[in-house]
């Protein structure tokens, strides 16, 4: 039995290298395990792993994956589910409703969510109950307009191997995944590579198309380029300048195609609200921060490398997007800020509050080839008014640890937006609070209201209206400040065909995404 596992697995590793293997560079991934799964890179790497209770087509609109169908009963306060028949894990064994409800038991539990707490409503779905091998029926104490994005969210996973140990981060099956989707892992995985051949035993509605795919963290600097031309990359994420270059046509050789589009995801600065462990637990100074955002020289990079200037913490590509027009910020009212709240310039120009307290704020950022940072810009724009930013440059990983246990003043990433607002919810509730996922540790239970009731509203207008609000208080009181609404930028190799992208400017999580990919002559 070992020789021949060892023969077919290189068999298949053979395949891999026969040029028809899809060579895709994205970001760092922390885990394939949906249960944890909580950076947008996890959920690309998933992506072709696994297949959803329902999926989305390009225009956003919900369709079956998993399921068969779904039936809404007394009033939205229940739901039936039914599992398409025939449908099995990755190691034969069948999908079953007890998987769905598995699934749905563990990411509820304390240990998971404080890991990743990104299934918007999966959650707090009331009860869920399994009625037979294929049904399951879902009981609400309230009906739900969240409700289809709710589905959209549930990944399941099989009972009979994800089951969640006390250091759910250590689980082998984190790097070793069976799932349901149309691919299926071979060789090792990291989190820095890995590969997946197409499976023959898939018997779902969603296949692929390109015999097999390699994911690895490509390096976006010099060497780009040369990887499309030595064909070690078919498609990639690229940084502003060798995407300027390769679209104005100085690079690429028409080897490479540019694509840029719209993607709904923000740029931000996180602004720790703690009083207790910040001078930012102050508004008056997230609001002089809210005036220091560099807009103007994000404005002047736009004339080469396009980006939008964000207005609200909803981009345009969401529903939720509120149009009303915000004055943008100016550096006087933020010395007006200062002076008002009896921050006094002192010997060395950094001000200093009738407590003597230096007003000196720690900001962390990621690593990036960009220059000047975003980071750095504020930190530039506050030290004209008396404020002194130390910007730390950190690892991603390091970031989002220092992010979750509240280290820190100012914390710069960004954040990928959902189809439904309310996945947002918990970066601002109190709930989101308990599981580390509002880093901000903002609390107003004015918002924790509102998004309940954006929640269980049914009607899509008056749902409109209450994130409308939730958007006005977060620019208020500012725990979050948007500084722009990010672009995809990638590099296509001409030998793939098939690229598309979904309303939200992701090439994956929808129907065809990638599974409609395939590699010209193979």
């Known amino acids: ?264 995801s923000i740029g931000a600065y996180f602004l720790n609200c703690d009083p207790k462990r910040s001078l930012l637990g102050d508004l008056a100074l997230r609001q002089v921060i809210g005036e220091l955002s560099p807009w103007r020289d994000l404005a002047r990079a736009r004339r080469f490398f396009p980006s939008r200037l964000a207005k609200g913490f909803w981009p345009p590509e969401s529903w939720a997007h509120d149009p009303e027009p915000r004055p943008l910020p100016q550096v006087d009212r933020a010395m007006a800020i200062l002076d008002a709240g009896g921050w006094r310039p002192g010997p060395d120009g950094v001000r200093r509050d009738a407590k003597g307290r230096r007003l000196d704020l720690v900001l962390y950022e990621p690593i990036s080839p960009v220059r000047p940072s975003a980071a750095h810009l504020l930190a530039a724009q506050a030290a004209r008014v008396g404020m002194h930013i130390e910007v730390r440059t950190i690892s991603f990983a390091d970031l989002t640890d220092k992010a979750s246990n509240h280290d820190g003043d100012i914390w710069n990433f960004g954040w990928t937006l959902a189809l439904d607002p309310d996945v947002d919810s918990p970066l601002f509730t109190l709930e989101g609070y308990r599981t580390r996922a509002n880093v901000s540790s903002y609390l107003n239970p004015e918002i924790d209201r509102l998004f309940d009731a954006g929640r269980h509203t049914l009607d899509p207008e008056a749902r409109k209206r209450v994130y409308r609000e939730i958007s006005r208080l977060i620019d208020r009181d500012k725990p979050i400040i948007p500084i722009d609404y990010s672009q995809t930028r990638v590099l296509v190799h001409r030998r793939l065909q098939g690229v598309t992208f979904n309303l939200l400017g992701q090439s994956y999580g929808f129907w065809p995404g990638r599974r409609g990919w395939m590699l010209e002559g193979s």
């Open 1 to 264: 039995m070992r020789w021949r596992s060892f023969i077919l697995a290189f068999s298949l590793l053979s395949g891999l290298w026969s040029g028809d293997r899809v060579l895709v560079g994205v970001d760092e991934w922390t885990t394939l395990n949906p249960l944890l799964a909580g950076q947008d890179s996890d959920f690309e790497a998933l992506d072709l792993l696994f297949d959803r209770l329902v999926t989305i087509d390009a225009k956003g609109n919900y369709i079956p994956e998993l399921l068969e169908s779904w039936v809404i009963l007394r009033g939205g306060r229940e739901v039936v589910l039914k599992l398409r028949p025939g449908m099995t894990w990755h190691d034969g064994k069948p999908i079953e409703a007890a998987d769905v409800v598995f699934t749905w038991t563990a990411l509820r539990l304390p240990r998971v969510r404080q890991i990743a707490d990104t299934a918007g409503g999966v959650t707090s779905l009331d009860s869920l109950t399994a009625e037979g091998p294929l049904t399951v029926r879902i009981r609400l104490k309230r009906p739900r307009g969240t409700l289809l994005n709710d589905l959209y969210n549930f990944i399941p996973v099989p009972r009979h191997l994800y089951q969640v140990g006390a250091k759910p981060k250590d689980a082998p099956v984190n790097f070793q995944p069976v799932g349901s989707g149309p691919y299926r892992l071979v060789g090792t995985a990291t989190t820095k590579r890995f590969a997946m051949v197409r499976w023959d035993g898939y018997h779902g509605v969603h296949p692929g198309k390109a015999l097999s795919f390699e994911y690895w963290d490509a390096p976006r600097d010099k060497t780009l380029l040369p990887n499309f031309e030595a064909e070690k990359v078919h498609y990639s994420k690229a940084s502003q300048l060798p995407h300027y270059l390769v679209r104005k046509g100085a690079q690429g050789s028409g080897l490479v195609q540019p694509i840029s589009v719209p993607y709904a």
